[in-house]
T-cell receptor
Framework: ETGVTQTPRHLVMGMTNKKSLKCEQH?????MYWYKQSAKKPLELMFV???????ENNSVPSRFSPECPNSSHLFLHLHTLQPEDSALYLC??????????FGPGTRLTVL | DQQVKQNSPSLSVQEGRISILNCDYT??????FLWYKKYPAEGPTFLIS?????DKNEDGRFTVFLNKSAKHLSLHIVPSQPGDSAVYFC???????????FGTGTRLKVLA
């Protein structure tokens, strides 16, 4: 499945680093999402973009900063993260509010 | 408050038998439901969906049943195959919203 791609697949960063996660969708969808999956917890929606406009920010700390330059690309900029931010970060896309299709995720470890 | 619950964290089934995964929800405004399968180190893969105007949807070996009065849905896999071993998530949303609420998942193990 190459409809939604994410890079990098794995990332290790220190608490003072700045890094970015990238997501690209090739499905022609108009909505894109960032989710966080921590161990033994449900997927948590972080951000939603519809036609490049942010429509949902689920009370996410400002150390996570999303960017959506167009309907096909989505970034998550990370800075001064905490060890508890270590998780699997998943990107998804959908056409309007229909079924969401996920990328493979980025496994993030914050030291 | 968890609006979507999968109360069984794990399930083991013999190959060839039926697997039944359950999901309960509390929000009566939910009108669209999805099931996803997830292998380790991969993102969730969409399996099957159902809208609230139906009570059953079939796709090959996978059938989803929706009981609106009980706020309960189930995924039936028959016959189960070892390749079906994965974590299964249900997800629900209200009409017109982008926000899906996910359950915590059920780990299915199909024994050969």
């Amino acid at each position: 499945e190459t409809g939604v791609t994410q890079t990098p697949r794995h990332l290790v960063m220190g608490m003072t680093n700045k890094k970015s996660l990238k997501c690209e969708q090739h499905l022609g969808h108009n909505a894109m999402y960032w989710y966080k999956q921590s161990a033994k917890k449900p997927l948590e929606l972080m951000f939603v973009y519809n036609f490049k406009e942010q429509t949902e920010n689920n009370s996410v700390p400002s150390r996570f900063s999303p960017e959506c330059p167009n309907s096909s690309h989505l970034f998550l900029h990370l800075h001064t993260l905490q060890p508890e931010d270590s998780a699997l970060y998943l990107c998804a896309s959908s056409q309007e509010t229909d079924t969401q299709y996920f990328g493979p995720g980025t496994r993030l470890t914050v030291l | 408050d968890q609006q979507v619950k999968q109360n069984s964290p794990s399930l083991s089934v013999q190959e060839g038998r039926i697997s039944i995964l359950n999901c309960d929800y509390t929000n009566s405004m939910f009108d669209y439901f999805l099931w996803y399968k997830k292998y380790p180190a991969e993102g969730p893969t969409f399996l099957i969906s159902i809208s609230s105007i139906k009570d059953k949807n079939e796709d090959g070996r996978f059938t989803v049943f929706l009981n609106k009065s009980a706020k309960h849905l189930s995924l039936h896999i028959v016959p189960s195959q070892p390749g079906d071993s994965a974590v299964y998530f249900c997800a629900s949303r209200s009409s017109g919203t982008y926000k899906y609420i996910f359950g915590t998942g059920t780990r299915l193990k199909v024994l050969a």
